[in-house]
C-alpha cells in the first residue's frame, strides 16, 4: 500500500486549505482512512477518521475540518477551514486494513507527511 499525501502549504489564520491522499496497492474502497497531525516538539495526534461507519473528528478540529473520500479516485481528503496557528504540524494520512476502524487503535499503514504552516 502506497500512501501520497499533498497540499499543504503555508497559509495565515482565518484561511482554508484541502489535503489529498491518494491510495494504491489495494481496493480502496473496503478500508478506513484517517488524518494525523504532528506539530513540533508534541506526539502525533488523530485528526480525522472515515469509515463505513462515518466519521469522527477530533475535538480541536470539529466544526473546522472536513474529510471525505472519493473511492472512484482513490483518494481521502482533508478540508481545512479556519485554519489557526496551532494547526500547525505535519499532517500524515492512514489507512485502516478493515472497513470499519476501532477508534484509538493504530493504522496499518502511513503516509508521508505535508507540511501545513499556518501563521498569525
Known amino acids: 500500500v502506497q500512501l501520497q499525501a499533498s497540499g499543504g502549504g503555508l497559509v495565515q489564520a482565518g484561511d482554508s486549505l484541502r489535503l489529498s491522499c491518494r491510495a494504491s496497492?489495494?481496493?480502496?474502497?473496503?478500508?478506513?482512512m484517517g488524518w494525523f497531525r504532528q506539530a513540533p516538539g508534541k506526539e502525533r495526534e488523530f485528526v480525522a477518521i472515515?469509515?463505513?461507519?462515518?466519521?469522527k473528528y477530533a475535538d480541536s478540529v470539529k466544526g473546522r475540518f472536513t474529510i471525505s473520500r472519493d473511492n472512484a479516485e482513490s483518494t481521502v481528503y482533508l478540508q481545512m477551514n479556519s485554519l489557526k496557528p496551532e494547526d500547525t504540524a505535519v499532517y500524515y494520512c492512514a489507512q485502516k486494513g478493515s472497513p470499519v476502524w476501532a477508534f484509538g487503535s493504530p493504522p496499518n499503514y502511513w503516509g508521508q507527511g505535508t507540511l501545513v504552516t499556518v501563521s498569525s
Open positions: 496497492g489495494r481496493p480502496f474502497r473496503n478500508y478506513s
Open positions: 472515515i469509515d463505513w461507519s462515518g466519521k
